[in-house]
């Protein structure tokens, strides 16, 4: 049975319906190892909270992405407290590309209580909230782009050719879940495509991700664990720890 506390299980439910739209209950119960009346119990919360749609025998996303303002009160401490941990692997003088989304702004608003290292940084990213964290205090580029309003992000033909014009010495990199055979994976085409592009320009790259994003198959894989130096979270599943150590990626949790 699964030993999963009830946020990550419902986080994962969660994932399993942005990836693969209507969902069996049968099918959650399976995926997740839990019993049917705990599965049927998540499926009722996450309904009375608005993020999902109960269905006969399942349920269905209320949206194709869950909506940036949801997602970002969604293991709010956990990515604050994993987001000091990420400020600490960075070195004075260096370009960083700060990845797009809640977990990517939580590193941006932690840079801001930082000034003696942020003032010295070099950063870029396609992330509005991001930039806006981050807007004078330091040398900030703005990938341009079309607007991709689930994540507050600039996407698309121009934002790659804009990307591709510079090399990173770190890039912070997020994800929509984390399959234990794929590797991180996002809900979005064109942000996977984007994600890897930065990836291939970039010296290191370490994911930025909570622990409830691990252990659910995603829609689009953007990256193998071989290609990470780096997963800081804020707890990491025994699985976890397994399948990065043997992939030869560090892993740094808060707990």
């Known amino acids: 049975m699964s030993n999963l506390h009830p946020q990550q299980r419902q986080q994962r439910i969660l994932d399993l319906l942005s990836s693969q739209g209507f969902t ?3 099918d959650l119960i399976a995926a997740l190892g839990a019993s049917g009346a705990t599965v049927r119990r998540d499926l009722e919360v996450l309904a009375a909270q608005g993020q999902l749609e109960r269905l006969h025998g399942g349920a269905a996303p209320l949206s194709r992405d869950i909506r940036y303002l949801e997602r970002q009160s969604q293991s709010a401490g956990a990515k604050q407290a994993l987001a ?18 809640t977990t990517a ?16 940084l070099r950063v870029v990213t396609h992330g509005l909230d991001v930039a806006y964290e981050l807007n004078g205090e330091c040398c900030l580029y703005v990938v341009g782009g079309e607007v991709y309003g689930s994540t507050y992000s600039l996407t698309g033909p121009d934002a790659l050719r ?9 890039f912070f990199v997020g994800c929509t879940s984390i399959d234990p055979e794929r590797g991180p994976t996002n809900s979005n085409l064109t942000e996977a495509h984007q994600k890897s592009a930065v990836m291939a320009r970039s ?32 707890a990491a599943p025994a699985e976890a720890r397994r399948v990065m150590a043997a992939e030869g990626v560090q892993v740094q949790s808060v707990t």
């Open 24 to 26: 069996r209950t049968q």
């Open 84 to 101: 000091e941990l990420a400020c600490d692997l960075i070195a004075p003088g260096q370009t960083v590309y700060l990845d797009a989304g």
């Open 105 to 120: 702004r939580a590193v941006a608003a932690a840079l801001r209580t930082r000034p003696a290292l942020t003032g010295t």
């Open 162 to 170: 804009a990307l591709e014009q510079y090399t990173y010495d770190l």
């Open 203 to 234: 010296a290191r790259t370490v994911l930025i991700a909570d622990s409830a994003k691990w252990g659910v198959r995603g829609f689009a894989p953007f990256a193998g664990f071989a290609e990470l130096h780096g997963w800081v979270t804020d």
